[in-house]
């Protein structure tokens, strides 16, 4: 079969571990027979650089065009100094976001074993951890009203929602809780916000049609201690934008594996596929970031196609890697002769 | 000297804990030879049951006419989960917040060296944390207009901040951070929202007045990440209402002792003391509740009140019953004799 793949490599290590997930998508091309077409796109820092615009028309276009997206990283703290910035990469993401409606963010937050002895926390708190985090990603206060006053002394930002936006996602994560540990839980501010509180309605008429799942309800700042002090309470998480920005970052270090983790996100047409890790400007060039999370995103873009034995071949290849200690410093530490970038993507694509 | 001290002990374990920071406060009465008139006020469920209204006018006054606030707890499990209900307990603590302009709200958190083994997280990571947040409490979201559209389908929560309500707290902050290890972290998203950019604005600004404090830029998902991997790296956290609420909950878990941390809500002419902790209405009544937190937040109290050698003894005190491991079961263990409530707040007072 033939594919044609929007790769947007983006800022900082995104073009490096970008390539490493092309190698690994080769490599199943040549074993599985398909075709990928790659078709090359520029969004963030990198675009604003070449076209003065985050977001280039020309890049919308391949992607509503492609059978899915393969996206790097966004973002250089150049533009982060200056509040006072007109233009700035994330727009770009965040435009596409609500161009293309990927109204569904799902990030699997899961310990890895071999990788347990690297998280902060202790073993037996997060052995056995396995969240999939679903984050509504195109409303909310992200794309609320926004407004400076004339004098700049004052600033404004709107928080909406309504029961379609809410629903839609809604129902993604039930089914999901079906195929899972059949639970739930929803994050939210309810005693404190009026969008909350129509995130809870909502929800709870949507349970009823799910009668095997189990819904919870956990305030914001509650679920942020509960992560750490038990994450393995959690199955699915289900969230707005703003919340689910903080609490899936604050997830993906639990399990000492933040270099792993891949995340999709989803509109009616379109599906895009990102490592959570962002674009980490210190590491760029250095040939040292961790691109297991970006080809584990390429694996995620082949569930997503259909491809599931390829998905799985990247995954055991991954699994491989990381058991013959084939990895980054970031993973092995920098003393104990950690692998390349590259040199990761290689054995990947060869063990394929 | 005589001071009047309003005791709001409000909902679950509230009184309970609240009761023991009293007899703690007798104490130092009798030794210090103070007077402490005690007037109490409700607040919360228990206000909405007796009255209807979880800030009777009432408790506002004695509020307003007291020296200092020494409050318990807020919140009951019977309204959260009808996202309808009109009247909250929450509501009073806001508007008492609001009415009172209680706009800074310092939290320190630190590892207690001998309560490291109780967090989740590794000795190595906590060790030596000494974190204070200052959160922002009667601006942004949770006091901006709220609407419902006339179907029910919709809701909206209005964020605004202004130079005046930023600079204000800037300014403790900043001046706290001179007392301690000189450096400042706003948390902000200022990647997306208006109102974080005027924050980083703002504070860039006030910080030019501090030229011996370190400012840096962390945005909030970012720094939810950071607390877990390496809370050592901060100092004094700077950060709007919302995000303080979530970040200073988040970070009171890590030392493994939420059970001792309190809190001052600071404002022009009124100050308020309490637990960090919620109501925890499950233990309600069952005398086994911490009252550590509660106690110290009477310490806070007394040194806001400038008896510093009194906030010192009962500290002591503290230390003390922690040494000889007089403290109740979530620090001790359920199997391992765990002093009750009443127990710990006798040997406090005993020992002062
Ligand atoms: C880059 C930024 C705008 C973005 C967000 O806040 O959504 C990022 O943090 C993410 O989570 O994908
Ligand atoms: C009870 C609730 C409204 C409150 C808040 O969100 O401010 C609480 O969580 C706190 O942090 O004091």
Known sequence: MKYT??????????????????????????????????????????????????????????????????????????????????????????????????????????????????????REIIKGTDIAIFRELTGGIYFGKKEVSEDGKSAFDGCSYDVEEISRISHLAFKTAQTRRKKVTLVDKANVLETSRLWRKTVTEIAKQYKDVKLEFLFVDNAAMQLILNPKQFDVILTENLFGDIISDEASVIGGSIGLLASSSLGKRNALFEPIHGSFP??????????????????????HLGLHEEADAIERAVEKSLLLGITTEDIKGKNKYPASTSKVGDFIADYI
């Open 5 to 122: 793949i929007a790769v947007i490599p983006g800022d900082g290590i995104g073009p490096e571990v970008t390539n490493q997930a092309k190698k690994a998508l080769d490599a199943i091309a040549e074993v599985y027979d398909h075709i990928f077409l790659y078709e090359e796109a520029q969004m963030g820092a990198c675009a604003i650089e070449a076209t003065g615009n985050p977001l280039p028309d020309e890049t919308i276009k391949t992607c509503k065009n492609a059978d899915a997206i393969l996206f790097g990283a966004i973002g250089d703290p150049k533009y982060d100094k200056d509040p006072s910035a007109k233009v700035r990469p994330e727009q770009g993401l965040l435009k596409l976001r609500q161009t293309l409606g990927l109204f569904c963010n799902v990030r699997p937050v899961k310990a890895y074993d071999s990788l347990i002895k690297n998280s902060p926390l202790k």
């Open 282 to 303: 210190q590491a760029k060039g250095k040939d040292i970031a961790n691109p297991l999370a970006s080809i584990l995103s390429a694996a995620m873009m082949l569930e």
